[in-house]
């Protein structure tokens, strides 16, 4: 299996910065996605990453390192509208996505 | 981005009971659509890969006689969960790509079924 982990929940200030790790075990994978899901919704497309470094979009960002199994989102100017379940996914063979156990994150004012 | 249907949002059935979950793809074509399964406060689980004019894949411990997935069009996967029990309630959600390779997937809205 990919083994795919992520912290089960963090808190942080609106307005603050917020990296949430994930960290996986594979042999392969063609890339990583970030999604982020509200509580009965369906998840929605945040980052891709295919090579190593750092993809910038707007308040979100997300870092890629194949070497070190690692992957981080990282959260700008919080508001608390992104209080959510944040998951990454690892892009496999076959179109498949294997999705890591998720992030509950709570912003607080 | 891309548009994937996916219909009813909520369905309260009787054990025993089957039903249907249809996950259409609005504005493009998908060989390949995948049905995923959330339980409370978990990630969300790959059950199959729906493919178009072939018998659907399912990954480990998924029951291909329980979760009956037909893939009729390039437009259109359907999810029947036959003979429904309690323990089957869940967030069921599927999704599709456009493309074959390294391209985003994009989500229904999700069902909600409740088993009574």
């Known amino acids: 299996g990919q083994n795919i982990d992520q912290p089960t929940e963090m808190t942080a200030t609106e307005g603050a910065i917020v990296q949430i790790n994930c960290t996986y075990q594979t042999s392969g994978f063609n890339g990583l996605f970030w999604y982020q899901q509200h509580a009965g919704e369906a998840p929605t497309f945040l980052s891709y990453?295919?090579?190593?470094g750092l993809e910038e979009k707007g308040r979100f960002s997300s870092f890629l390192s194949r070497s070190k199994g690692y992957s981080y989102l990282l959260l700008k100017e919080l508001q608390m509208k992104d209080s959510a379940s944040y998951l990454c996914?690892?892009?496999?063979?076959?179109?498949?996505?294997?999705f890591g156990t998720g992030t509950q994150l709570k912003v607080e004012l | 981005g891309a548009v994937v249907s996916q219909h009813p949002s909520r369905v309260i059935c009787k054990s025993g009971t089957s039903v249907k979950i249809e996950c259409r793809s609005l504005?493009?074509?998908?060989?390949?659509m995948f049905w995923y399964r959330q339980f409370p406060k978990q990630s969300l689980m790959l059950m199959a890969t729906s493919n178009e004019g072939s018998k659907a894949t399912y990954e480990q411990g998924v029951e291909k006689d329980k979760f009956l997935i037909n893939h009729a069009s390039l437009t259109l996967s359907t999810l029947t969960v036959t003979s429904a029990h309690p323990e089957d309630s869940s967030f069921y959600i599927c999704?599709?790509?456009?493309?074959?390779?390294?391209?985003?997937?994009?989500f229904g809205q999700g069902t909600r079924l409740t088993v009574v």
């Open positions: 504005d493009f074509q998908a060989t390949t």
């Open positions: 999704s599709a790509q456009e493309g074959q390779v390294n391209t985003e997937a994009f």
């Open positions: 990453n295919v090579l190593d």
């Open positions: 996914a690892l892009f496999l063979r076959g179109n498949k996505l294997t």
